[in-house]
T-cell receptor, first 113, second 115 residues
């Protein structure tokens, strides 16, 4: 049973527009969320994170929004650039215990010039 | 940010061979992890370590083994490779404590093909 779900396997947007990647989770104990970006044949690169005590975190072109009541988070990229084309993974962890990360299956973003 | 190195980057090997995938980090992180990832799928944790001489199996059953004799080094070994072991193997490390939630930093991965 997947605890972190990224229901869109792929997303295509035009350069300069906004990209919105979505992630849903089922485990109410999750209280820390991260987004990673992965190019083919490379390891994931950390992008941005958010704690459950916040509902928004911003870093440059990247903003993550958290809706705890809906168990939903989203990553906004504005403006999108061709170099943003990659697979984006959502991950979550719960405080206490091992704090291991649980990953979604990823969304492949393609930004067209 | 951690500097994590994995070798080899690519490995093609025959069935039955013994292989060791190397992972080293230079930041002194106490926690290290091995993940397995297939295309279009999530990363699955197969092993982790919270320090020297500490190793645990992850959520995905794996026939591989790991060791943690030094803080910076966390190799993964397959005694007898099989085609079902074909996958990408990702090593990560993180720093715990200081009241902050941990962020895992990944190496470039090893793409393994067993014929």
């Amino acid at each position: 049973d997947q605890q972190v779900k990224q229901n869109s396997p792929s997303l295509s947007v035009q350069e300069g527009r906004i990209s919105i990647l979505n992630c849903d989770y089922t485990n109410s104990m999750f209280d820390y969320f991260l987004w990673y970006k992965k190019y083919p044949a490379e390891g994931p690169t950390f992008l941005i994170s958010i704690s459950s005590i916040k509902d928004k975190n911003e870093d440059g072109r990247f903003t993550v929004f958290l809706n705890k009541s809906a168990k939903h988070l989203s990553l906004h990229i504005v403006p999108s650039q061709p170099g943003d084309s990659a697979v984006y993974f959502c991950a979550a962890s719960a405080r206490g215990g091992s704090e291991k990360l649980v990953f979604g299956k990823g969304t492949k973003l393609t930004v067209n010039p | 940010e951690a500097d994590i190195y994995q070798t080899p980057r690519y490995l093609v090997i025959g069935t039955g061979k013994k292989i060791t995938l190397e992972c080293s980090q230079t930041m002194g992180h106490d926690k290290m992890y091995w993940y397995q990832q297939d295309p279009g799928m999530e990363l699955h944790l197969i092993h982790y370590s919270y320090g020297v001489n500490s190793t645990e199996k992850g959520d995905l059953s794996s026939e591989s083994t790991v060791s943690r004799i030094r803080t910076e080094h966390f190799p993964l070994t397959l005694e007898s490779a099989r085609p079902s072991h074909t996958s990408q193997y990702l090593c990560a490390s993180s720093e715990s404590g200081r009241g902050m939630r941990e962020t895992q930093y990944f190496g470039p991965g090893t793409r393994l093909l067993v014929l």
